[in-house]
Every structure is written in C-alpha cells, then in structure tokens.
C-alpha cells in the first residue's frame, strides 16, 4: 500500500510576461506520508506559496506547471479532469489563506461561509451542514461557535478570523490540509493557539498537513521533516530536529542564526546579507551563490550535485 499522500517530481512552475518565461519554482522534488506534518520554509520570493497554489490548480493565467507530476492520492494533478480537480479541491485537499480577512467574505455570515465547503460538494442535508459547521468551529476553536455562525468577519479578531479559515478547511475532513503563513500578522500567544490546534487536528483526524512559513522557528514547533527553498529550488531537506541540529546548507545556517533566542538579548541579530533575485533576475546555477560567504567559482558555474546525508537528510551545496 502507498504511504504517501503527495508525490511531486520535478516540478517546475513557469511565469510568462513581456514574451519572456522565467523559472518560479524549478525542478523540485518531495513527497509526504500520510497524517505526516511536513513544513516549507524560506524567505519572501522562494516559491513557497506557489508550490502550494500549483497545488490547488489556483496559479494565474499566466503562470503555468510546464514540467513534472503532482501525483496525489495516486491521481496526477496536471492529468485528471475539471471535474475530478473541483472533487478533490475542498474535499480532499484544502487550503488555509494568509490573510483571512481578504480571504473571507465580509458580506456573509461566518457559518454560511464555513459550511459552504459541504454544500458546494452536494452530499449532505441542511441540517447536517448546519451540524457540521458547528462542529468545525468548535474543533477551530471558537468559543461559542453557535454565536460565531451568526457574525460576520469584521466582529472577529484576527485570531478568531484565522480560526474560521481554519474551520472551513478541516470541514470536509481532508486528507491534505495546506497551511500557508497560518500564523502571520498574529500575536506570540495567538500563533502558539493556532499552531497546536493544527497539530491536534493533524492527531485526531489523520489529516496531513503541509506547513508554509518563513520562519524556522514555526516549523520547529509541528513539522517532522522540512524542505528549505530558495529562489525556486529545494537546498536542503530533511527531518526537522536533524536540520535544526546539523544545517548544512549556508542559507539553512543563515535562517537558523536568525532566530532570536534569549541568550542574544542586548546583541544585534544576525541576517542574512542582500536579498531573494527576483524571478526576471539572472541567476547562477547556485541561485544562492551571491550571498553566500562560502562560495567559489564552482557555484557560479555548474549547479551542486544532490547529496545523501542520510537516509533523510539531503543537500544541494558544493561545500
């Protein structure tokens, strides 16, 4: 029996402006078990989120997937029909938005918006919706949920808006929950909430989630393994603790270094010098090669051969 819920291979995601293509995501590779918590972490511009729109088959039209196969739940998402693509989607694969109150709609109720999920589907009666909804809300949760059906977005917090996006995804009972920047424009204590809520969702449904975040200290939190991008590529990979403990990747090191820590308190945080090339950008073959302290005229030269640390740990570095 298969154990993986998502296979990519090769994934490239192509943009097309001006009659110019350039490479957004290019030629990545992983795969998730099912029920694991895998998280994607890198800066601002690394694909990040538009491996998870890929996904979802929501990239504009001018961005297309132009190489590799998505396979999940043994169906491959660049092949399948129209028709299979709006069963999966909200079905049996979510996804939970950045910004929920752009995401939600502010004229709707938040149970009619939560329990749309199901009635778009068309296999449950009214009441079970109704039911249902509850019940998503709840395991949100949203303290009174039979209150919150009844309100609209603006009379919620940003951590209760985030708690209803989260709600309509785990309505359906998925079993591939993507979860991009769940935790960003929240609080310290708003964002450990949510964190553990995916987490108990994760232990009590099987679901499978799949986390998106900048920041390393996030993934640390729910993520068994995590895959580090940058500018389009997958550098390293591995089980979150042996990459926390052992990065062996420049830019993992720099994304581990900048994470404030008590210990640090009073000296300046370390960063990472100059900034993601954007996607219009020539890049060298190491796309990480210009801010990178270690780098030779390999890096400028012939892109790092992917290297077996371990049975899980992978790196792309000639170092």
Known sequence: MDEN??????????????????????????????????????????????????????????????????????????????????????????????????????????????????????RHTRAEIEQRTLEALSMAGLPDPAKAVRMYPHELSGGMRQRVMIAMGIIARPKLLIADEPTTALDVTTQAHVLDLLRNINKKTGTAVLLISHDLGVINKICSRVLVMYAGKIVEQGRTEDILKNPLHPYTQGLIASIPTRGMKGRPLANIPGRVPPVTEEKPPCPFASRCAKADKRCFTEYPARKKITDDHILWCHC
Request: hydrophobic share 40%; glycine share 12%; aromatic share 4%.
């Open 5 to 122: 819920i998502l296979e990519v291979k090769h994934m490239t995601i192509t943009l097309y402006e001006g009659g110019t293509s350039y490479k957004m995501v290019n030629r990545i590779s992983f795969t998730m078990g099912k029920g694991e918590i895998v998280g994607i972490v890198g800066e601002s511009g690394c694909g990040k989120s538009m491996t998870a729109l890929a996904l979802q088959d929501l990239l504009k039209n001018h961005i297309k997937v132009t190489e590799g196969s998505m396979m999940f739940d043994g169906k491959d998402l660049r092949t399948i029909s129209a028709a299979e693509r709006r069963e999966i989607n909200g079905n049996d694969m979510s996804m939970i938005f950045q910004e929920p109150m752009t995401s939600l709609n502010p004229l709707q109720r938040i149970g009619e918006q939560v329990g749309e999920v199901l009635l778009l589907h068309g």
